[in-house]
């Protein structure tokens, strides 16, 4: 059994760097059907959520789930295109990022 990542003491920095590396691998970034369905709403595609999620910064601070206890971060990307906030759950029993959901922010 591997170590268990402990999300809720990693700061906004460590939380980033750990997004960006899982996020290299689309394989490892699993988009809710909420997600889903925000994405189709917004015009947004499934490359725009990697590349906020590759490319993006955390400015807020995390807040943990009550009722599932996954850390939810914020990462929010401001690119030529449009600018993107994904909201991400970190699962520290599962490995991999959890899309929750979508936001397009004006500008």
Not at 84 to 101: F, H
């Amino acid at each position: 059994m591997g170590v268990k990542i402990r999300f809720r003491l990693m700061n906004n920095a460590q939380l980033q760097q750990h997004i960006r590396l899982l996020a290299q691998d689309s394989q490892r970034v699993f988009i809710s059907d909420h997600a889903a369905q925000r994405m189709q709403e917004r015009q947004v595609s499934d490359f725009q959520v990697l590349e906020c999620l590759r490319l993006g910064i955390i400015q807020r601070p995390p807040e943990t789930d009550r009722q599932t206890e996954d850390v939810k971060c914020r990462v929010e990307y401001f690119g030529t295109a449009r600018n993107l906030s994904v909201i991400v759950a970190l699962d520290e029993a599962e490995p991999d990022i959890v899309v929750v959901t979508v936001i397009v922010q004006k500008r």
